[in-house]
């Protein structure tokens, strides 16, 4: 079942982490040595820009500095997760625990994480040059032959091989 989430770029990917870092700091009253809203954005930004126009070196230069970017307020997240309330310190930890995924994955990695808000979405090969990629969780659905009735639905996790099935 394919879900509604933008591709997922490293970049933007990582923009979103601190930005929910951020946000989440200051709902549980952490105070943050930098939280790098003007930078961080910019560095996003300027990462689609050298993409666009094949400056491959710039690019991955600006990667870096956004990722250490992230990395810095994550570890100052990190270090005050104790100080916020019981429930939030399991909601920060969370968080904390996918934001660490996002930063440490590369780009051939299995078991990536595409979208910090549904961890559960795989990356699914259509074989399209339209849409070469899906991203959400396979599903088998049966309906009978004539009415066009559902009769059963079933979650596949784990990207199952389907080519050679029917």
């Known amino acids: 079942m394919p879900k509604a989430i933008a591709n997922p770029t490293d970049s933007r990917l990582l923009e ?14 952490l105070k943050l040595r930098q939280n790098y809203n003007r930078e961080a954005p910019r560095l996003a930004l300027q990462i689609g820009r050298y993409a666009h126009v094949k400056q491959y070196k710039r690019m991955r230069k600006a990667l870096r500095k956004l990722r250490s970017r992230v990395g810095r307020v994550m ?22 625990a996918r ?37 959400g969780v396979k599903v088998s659905i049966t309906t009978t032959h004539k009415e066009g ?18």
Request: net charge positive; proline share 5%.
């Open 16 to 29: 979103r982490c601190r930005e929910h870092l951020v946000k989440a700091a200051a709902g549980h009253g």
């Open 75 to 96: 570890r100052d997240v990190e270090r005050q997760v104790d100080r916020a309330s019981d429930s939030g310190r399991v909601a920060l930890r969370e968080l904390l």
């Open 149 to 166: 009735l559902v009769i059963g639905a079933r979650s596949m996790p784990g990207n199952p091989y389907w080519a050679h099935a029917g």
């Open 99 to 135: 934001t660490k995924r996002i930063v440490s994955q590369k780009p051939k990695d299995k078991n990536k994480l595409y979208a910090l808000h549904a961890p559960e979405v795989e990356c699914l090969v259509k074989g399209k040059i339209r849409i070469p990629y899906e991203f």
